[in-house]
């Protein structure tokens, strides 16, 4: 059963963020856009995100006509339209009548007007004004048979410091301890440095200019401020749904930090999100598998297809250095996304605009007015390509991994006073975790430490700091029931509350889990390093941590060979119930990981859609529904390939073609259908 | 015909700042000063810089008893004098009675009592109170016969975001935009975001705090700072002007950023500037050619001869490292201030003070008080190198290149979101382009974009990014009517109020000058770099930026030779009118210019007064009037020069010996007539 | 004659930091770190240090059964108590009811509560409360017999920038310049800029907003900072003095930086600090001496025995990599304390907490729980060892050579505009010199400028650049009498309120003193240097400052042998009086002096216990009294040592062998009595 973003357009969306508003006083370019859309084989503007001052010039006085013409005209040139609420960014007028839309920083000064965002998620003023507005798009355009879906408001992001929102946190917290200051206290530890609160009110913000230590407090102060906004968005989704039934999203962002996507999937009925990777830099290849993590994250938070909501035509412009993508580069991460789940290909933007901050920002057109670019030609070929696989739209991978990314273990790690106090790198061990599944093209699902576990046959769980009581029953069920489970250093450390478990590390049951006892973690220096002997004979390095772990139970596969602690196990593994745990105290640089790696997996007999090992930075990925199976064969490296065995027999879905192997170019992608 | 800074005294100014009123207590120190004076081949000292709380202690009681006494003492030792109005710095009681007079920081608080400035220009209480003591010094010393010129204030520099000054703004933007807020919104493209003004009232200041994306906004604010400076400046000389007619000057400084220098020169008489090079430092070479380019840069500012008001003798203090000038250079670097146009040599400081952050600074008097050190003998040293080449004083040199280095497209560039985003080396470029002058001996006008060329036989314009429609029209005639022009990647790209020219880059009527059309830019990364082929068959280095250009009608002169634009033009010339217009389409090291320069210099019949290839660090300038012709031959190098010849006849003016060659010692300078 | 922390116990003490107000809930843990406490051969712990919340859960309202209950049962384990006043954090009560004890920034903003400190030191509640408290504490616990010290506060340090703290500055400047704003101005040489006070009233704190430049005022106000600590810590000690004649000691922070600890000790009784190296790390070597210089120095403060109050077992967590300290090293670095004169050997902290900020931090007992850990038995150890060695209690070792390290110096001189303007490398120079006694085994008192120096057989200066008058004719007399004093570049040229003297550096006498003028310094460029030529045929290399300095009478023993200043003094001797002036023009990496160290140490007839060369991180020191004489051998390298003789008979403390050899194991050392 294919799952479309809407069931009414079940095709691929291939267009992107345009702002017609820059262009009231020049009408005629709007007519070119029309004309252009078709030329670049795209069917899809993104309209809306940024019109608020020019649908309400004043406050209560709305005026949709530059609205109405404007998606007439989409729809007469044949385009779908994906219609935004304008809440990214207010008109001044509010601002001015309303300063306390404005956010307060941490500092306690309320910012003036300026930038997107840059108001207060709780103000009942703003809140009204939103619905109000949203209400009015709804009412208006919410079936309209151009409007596929809504994009809710605009990259959410930051927080606001006001006595509102600090109220908020109170009650937030009043809620979370049951109204009983004294579970507070304990949950916090709060008796340290004498700190103990004695009523609800005390409670501020963590502030540099103030409570700063109380680790329980920054952690719940950062999920306060994921719930205020997915909050906000839920009342902005509310007032669309008066008169609208249409799927709503809104666009995420890389950082994946400041908020739970986990939480914020509950209320969107798809995920879409910005992609800017930094293609050709130094750090290209880290792209190349980071792209699959995120992409593999925001399929997995609805277990369907997303969308690529945006991504950027030959160059983004507020990078540090401002590269253009080379030939084949725009296709290859477009299909990228298509291959990992995406249903979508979009860009910002359509067109460039003349002035302000993002002018110089890829679009597919450009200041010089034409379809004469090479960015031009590039955005057709990819929409050409789209054309030729669009029975692919609704499929899913299969999968049979799980990577754990937990947020809440992120936040908790990053504000951790000890070992590498500055950069905990747990993004970085993440995905290096992730790389050796990619390269293998195995598809993984990217999930959080509260995930059902039950589906997948392996489950990896790097730097697992924080592990609450609910993630220790998980694990231990899932190993029992016969699941693979591959955890690293620093597992168990702390509760959901930051407060370190007594009896040693990992958390209670995990000790039995894995077999063992971690009784110290060595923190190096970047000069230091240790040697670590594999049972298979090999010698890898390990930087940054070393965990003197002993074994209780469990089988040492790999042993330190160097260091006070040479001799201590490097790596265990624990047969428990019908399971296996395994247990990797020590930072590698991924090269120890990928070994293990290979010898777990062909012992799970897991595999990517081709067995063969795959030249350096060349991948393939699978999408399927039934007996359709879909392969995308994918090259990132600056090199041809020639004659890769595709170990079956396809068809090429581009030019129609049978085949049992593949070449590609520099950063090329072909797309074959099984036969 | 010469001119002089002040005709009742054809001479060079030898001396520098003076604060007599810190050695109040110590009456014999100034008539000790009065005899060093002398001693030190000096003849002038500029008085009255920080002496306003001395002079009025009190508000309004003035007290005038110690600048009566000094100036009677340095006129009765013969020196001259250049008097400084104090508003450089503020008493004490102006700020606690008048805490409007103080700064306000960007976020919004007001700043306390300290430092210099810190004062806001908008304030009419501090206008009047510098209004008040300026006329009481001019109708007291305005007509002394030792005064030969007014010091307006010290270094004015820095902002204010007061209300007052906000309100100044907005009054700057109605006149600008003709009270019509849809001008500005189209100008400043506020459509964006949804930025969109409704009235000008609901303007504010540029801020982190707020408006920060609309770069219209922000190089309009540029020019309101500095245009409130220069107002501020004038309601000085105004002041003055009542009841004196001495030349007034305002001691600038090197970064040439926050003031437009153009249009402050417009109110002034003549030029003055602060040199503090880095000498013997890593940067030594760069400094070397630098001041070359600053003094050019301050001599081109009003085309006449300008006054080094302020240079260190033997060190500076607010360097990160301060090192002792080896020996010779102090000599030298005065004598080149004098090749590029100087009629004055003067220090900061005199005497060194007892006490707060400059006692470490160089000057002419140390501690010791003595004059057996090896400074004071510098300073006398270069005394006697004045003297015996004083009929220098009011010749210029003459020139026949302009080099284009424009702060209005330095403030645009440096804001626009884009390219290499951190540092555009606008300032790196402009130089590099100014070296192959300065190596060759090759004096040259720096203008800005709105300079007449009309005069100049060649005409250098690196990375114009904004380039408004007069400045197009002023390019296209002085091609069409023969003109060299030789332009860089990034030319024509935006207007006047950073709006991107639409139809393709260079703006519109540059296209066919050029007879280019300029597709992408490719910034890469540092690691990164392309290979660029010159027809002549040598290989270049492209760094930082390439663009890919189309010649439509352009003879190219040099193309890529790697990248996917290989083979696109790196190098073209058109023939447009009686003129040819060059662009270079990538960054170079500088050795590429170089060689281009080479070829067109020759085809220009442009060069300097020695027309051999110099040693590396060595050149030679020329100042002229009618048949009298003089020549400085320099040496910054570490290394003496030996027989170098003159080709020509001279006389050595410090020997009186007759020359055809010269040998020069380490930072050596000699200076010759010729015959 | 032994002097004792506290004549009543007269023994080392062996414990450290504890807080079972963290576990009042869980009083089983309580029952259980008793047993703990003789197992792990403590003998102490330190309570009562943040339990302020705990005792006075209410303003006034006070409950002492925590540490009734607690100080029994430590009592009943054998264990002795040093009792914490808890004013190191305020409860949240006090900070909400009444805001002015917190703290308000250098920007005027009022801190919100949290963190330590963060009070403000004149606050008259804050006073009152403290007072309060503490005399409670005293009349309560001030006779227990297991109390055997207070413990004022925790690591005083910052500092409050409130309106009340500004007006206790004026009052303090009021009374140094004799409420005399002329006075005032002459010392701050205010003319300068103008910046003239005309009263005490205009006086603001220096302030990155305002007043900067002004250096005296800079010294001043870090003056005032350090006394107003002093002064809230005096009323501290009042307090309890009302009840308890108990020895009164702070712990005292590494940094010596923002407090005068020489005037602090003045109303202690003892000393104690916390020392945390940062071991094994790439400055594992510096920590090594700059330990034993710590050491030293707080062993001068108070010329008797002190107190290591706080040390990490196994590792913290508050450095940027936070290594864990290697088999033997916990022991050696709490030996090595002894070894400098400590009588106690003091962790922080017993157990690690649960949660905030501190929770891994290394600890006795860790969240295990048990005394089965690699830690508990590395305290054991120490333990065992200070048993063996308790007789030494109460020595002291014999000193013949002093070191200023004079924090007034420090500050004038990182204020100071000039030289190397951002890091003047004060603290890291005078290590260096220490360094070269320390790798010998010579034991050296740490002064300041002010001190007694008639004992001292060798005085060492380094950058001595403020030399008060007091200093001058100290230096005078104590060379005049016989003593050899050796000082470098930098001395003598500013007065306590940093006014440059007048006439020639060194300060006026001292000149004659040393026989030489300095008439400039030049700072190097880190890429540069310069060569020196020592009279014994050696060569040096100069970095960082060469004074070019003319001997006036004095010998000279190096000079320059490169740049412009070749064959000038870089090392000058003096015979003035019956002793002799050494002066140093220029800094050398250590090898030099190191070298001029050996020579003049062999002159004096200077040495450690052990005369021989040591090998590398190798040394020895002593304590001792009258016919007792105690040898430390300590091996801070990754080496063994084998077979180092000991150039006496001893025994070996712990085994009671005979000996007159030592082997020592990686981080190792022994303790030997003389027989």
Chains 1, 2, 3 share one sequence.
Not at 38 to 47: I, K, M, P, S
Not at 303 to 318: D, I, K, T
Not at 346 to 362: I, L, P
Not at 572 to 588: L, S
């Amino acid at each position: 059963m294919r799952k479309y973003i809407n069931d009414s357009f079940p095709h691929f969306l291939h267009g992107g963020d345009y702002n017609p508003e820059q262009w009231i006083a020049n009408k005629e370019i709007w007519d070119e856009d029309m004309r252009l859309l078709g030329e670049a084989n795209c069917n899809e503007l993104t309209v809306g995100i940024f019109s608020w001052a020019t649908i309400e010039p004043e406050e209560g006085k709305y005026d949709f006509s530059f609205l109405d013409e404007i998606i007439e005209k989409i729809h007469n040139a044949g385009g779908k339209i994906v219609l935004a609420t304008p809440t990214g960014s207010r008109p001044r007028w509010m601002a001015e009548k309303y300063p306390e839309v404005l956010r307060v920083a941490e500092n306690g000064q309320r910012n003036l007007y300026g930038t997107r965002h840059n108001h207060c998620y709780t103000s009942p003023v703003y809140r009204e004004k939103a619905a109000a507005i949203n209400r009015r798009l709804a009412e208006r355009y919410g079936k309209h048979p151009a409007v596929v879906a809504w994009h809710i408001s605009n990259e959410y992001s930051g927080r606001c410091y006001c006595p509102l929102c600090e109220e908020k946190f109170r009650e937030y917290l009043r809620k979370k301890f049951d109204n009983d200051i004294n579970k507070l206290n304990h949950a916090y530890w709060s008796t340290f440095w004498s700190h103990n609160y004695t009523s609800f009110d005390q409670i501020e913000f963590p502030s540099s200019r103030g409570e700063t230590v109380i680790h329980g407090l920054n952690v719940d102060f950062r999920r306060f401020v994921s719930e205020m906004t997915i909050d906000f968005m839920s009342e902005e989704i509310k007032a669309l749904r008066e008169f609208s039934d249409l799927p709503a999203t809104t666009n995420l962002l890389r950082p994946v930090y400041d908020l739970d996507h986990w939480k914020l999937a509950k209320v969107l009925d798809v995920i879409s999100w910005d992609s800017y990777p930094e293609w050709h830099s130094p750090r290209h290849e880290n792209e190349a598998y980071e792209r699959g993590f995120y992409h593999d994250h925001y399929r997995t938070l609805k277990n369907r297809p997303f969308m690529l909501m945006e991504s950027a035509p030959g160059l983004v412009n507020w990078m540090e250095f401002n590269k253009l993508k080379r030939p084949g580069m725009d296709r290859l991460a477009a299909i990228q996304a298509v291959a990992h789940g995406s249903d979508t290909v979009q860009y910002f933007q359509w067109r460039k605009g003349r002035g302000s901050s993002e002018k110089f920002h890829g679009a597919v057109v450009d200041h010089v007015g034409t379809s004469d670019t090479r960015v031009f030609k590039a955005v057709k070929a990819t929409g050409e390509t789209l054309k030729h696989i669009d029975e692919i739209c609704g499929t899913m991978p299969e999968v049979k991994v799980a990577l754990i990314y937990d947020i809440e273990n992120r936040w908790a790690l990053d504000d951790s006073q000890g070992f590498c106090r500055k950069n905990k790198k747990y993004f970085e061990t993440v995905t290096t975790y992730y790389k050796a599944f990619w390269k293998r093209g195995i598809t993984v699902d990217i999930v959080n430490a509260h995930a059902d576990l039950s589906k997948y046959d392996l489950v990896v769980a790097p730097m697992l700091y924080m592990t609450d009581k609910d993630t220790v029953e998980s694990f231990t069920k899932y190993v029992e029931n016969g699941g693979t489970l591959y955890a690293t250093y620093m597992l168990g450390m702390v509760d959901e509350n930051d407060l370190c478990y007594l009896g040693g590390f990992p958390a209670n049951g995990l000790k039995d889990v894995f077999g063992i006892w971690n009784e110290e973690i060595d923190t190096l220096y970047p000069q230091d390093s240790a040697l670590v002997k594999c049972n298979c004979g090999k010698e890898f390095v390990a930087k940054d941590y070393c965990e003197i772990v002993h074994a209780r139970g469990a089988k040492v596969l790999a042993e330190y060979a160097s260091e006070f602690y040479a001799g201590s196990p490097a790596l265990t593994v624990n047969e428990y119930g019908k399971g296996k745990a395994y247990y990797q105290t020590f930072r590698d640089g991924g090269d120890f990981w990928d070994t293990i790696a290979g010898s777990i997996l062909a012992e799970l007999d897991i595999h990517g859609p081709i067995k063969a090992d795959l030249p350096e930075l060349v991948t393939a990925h699978q999408r399927q529904d039934g007996d359709d199976f879909y392969l995308f064969v994918e090259n990132y490296s600056g090199k041809p390939v020639e004659n890769l065995s595709l170990e079956g027999e396809y068809i090429d879905m581009e030019t129609g073609d049978k085949a049992t192997s593949v070449s590609l170019g520099e950063f090329d992608v072909k797309i074959f259908k099984k036969i």
